[in-house]
C-alpha cells in the first residue's frame, strides 16, 4: 500500500494542465487563470506626476531653503489630477500641484505643502526637499512591452485592477475543468425522496459539486448509480465523454457489490492506485483514460471530504491551470486533546484550528470521529495528522495540522 505522500506525486505526476483558452470579459475573470502573458503598450505610471499635495518646483532653486531663511517662489499655474499642465517652470517659478498631477516640464521634484506658506501668487517654501522628492517617474513600475502578467496566474483583485489599468477588458482564460460526479450504491437515494429503511441519502454528490466548484472547476452532477456492473459501465463511460475527471463515491472496497475497478478495468482504463496508508480514505482507486482521470473515492461521507481536501485539491488546481499551484497547508501546532490512532495508517482527525499568539493550537471536534459521521464536520478548519507507527499525541505536544477551508 502506497504513503498518501507517493499517493499525492503519482496523481500530480499524471495531471497535464488544461490548454484549451475561452475569452471573458475582465469582470467574469475574478478566480480564473489567465491563459497568455499580458504586456502594456503604456508606461506605468503614464507620466511623471506627484505622490503629494504641494508645488512643483526646480530643485536648484529651493536647495537653500531653511525655516528662517524660506525661498519666495511665483506660482504660475495650477495643476490638478487629470489637468495637462501648459507652461514650463522657469528659476525663481513653481506650479501648485495636487496628488497624481502631471509634473510640468521644467520641475524635477515637489515640495509638500505642509512645508510651505502661500502669499498671494507667492508660495515661500521652508524645507530643501531631496532631488526629485514625491516624483513619481514614467515607467517607474512598469516599461511598456515588458511582460506584465503570467499567463497561469489566479486573477484575484490585484489581478484585476492590473488588468484594467492595461486596458485589457476582455482576456482569455484557461477553460474550467469539468468533473463529473458519480454516486454508485443501491442503498442510496436522491434527498427529495422519502428514506425507506435500510436507504442512505446520498450527500457524497452534493460535497463533491460544492467542493469542485469552490476550487474553480465545474462539477456535472450525474447521480446515483446502482451497484450493477453493466450500469456502473454505461455510466462511467458517458461520465469520461463529458468530463476532465471522473469522481465517483463507493464501490471501491473489497466488498461483494465493490464493481468500480473492474469496470474500470474492463473500459481501458489504467489502474495507478488502488488504495493509500491513511485514514480515512483508504480505498482509493486512480485510473487513467489518455489524459482524462478518474478517480474512485471510498462512499464515507467523511472519507470522500478528508480525501478531497488532503489530495484532490491540489490536483484540481494544477488541472486548472495554474502554474503555481498550491500544495496543502501543513502548518505545527499543539494539541489540546489526545490524539490516538491504530498507528498503522497515516490518520486525520477533524477538528479546528486557532492560532494563538503566533501558535496554532488544535482542538479535535466534539462527537464520534466515525469516518461515516458527517455531523461534526460542520466547521472544521483543520485536521490533526498522526503519522504512521504514532499511537497518541498527548494534550500539549506538537503536531502536524492541515489547514482547511
Ligand atoms: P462503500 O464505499 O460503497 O462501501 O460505502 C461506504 C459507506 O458509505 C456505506 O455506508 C455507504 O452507504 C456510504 N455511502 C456511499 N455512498 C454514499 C453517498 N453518496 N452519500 C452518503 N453516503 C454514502
Ligand atoms: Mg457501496
Known sequence: ?????EVEKIILDLIKPIKDKEFVSLLDATNRILAENISSVLDFPYWDN?????????YTDVSIATENNPVSLKIVEEIPAGYCPQKTIAQGETARIFTGGMLPQGADTIVIQENTKREGDKVLVFVSPPTQNFVRHKGSFYRAGDTL????????????AILATAQCINIHVVRSPIVAILSTGDELITPDKELKLGQIIDSNQYLLAS??????????????????ETALENAISQALEKADWVISTGGVSVGEYDYVDKVLSKLGGEIKV???????GKPLTVATFGDKLY??????????????????????????????YSFPSIVRGITRNYLRSDGMRETYLWGNVNLIDGYYQFTIADGSHSSGNLVNLQGVNGLGIIPIGTNLIEIGDDVKILLVN
Open 1 to 5: 500500500m502506497l504513503t498518501v505522500t
Open 50 to 58: 506627484s505622490a503629494m499635495d504641494g508645488y512643483a518646483v526646480k
Open 149 to 160: 502578467l503570467s499567463a497561469g496566474i489566479k486573477i484575484n483583485p490585484p489581478e484585476m
Open 211 to 228: 467542493f469542485i466548484q469552490q476550487n474553480g472547476g465545474i462539477p456535472l452532477p450525474l447521480g446515483i448509480i446502482p451497484d450493477d
Open 274 to 280: 488502488q488504495s493509500v496508508k491513511m485514514k480515512p
Open 295 to 324: 478517480f474512485g473515492i471510498p462512499g464515507n461521507p467523511v472519507s470522500t471530504m478528508v480525501t478531497c481536501w488532503r489530495l484532490l485539491k491540489t490536483a484540481l488546481e494544477k488541472l486548472s491551470g495554474k502554474t503555481n
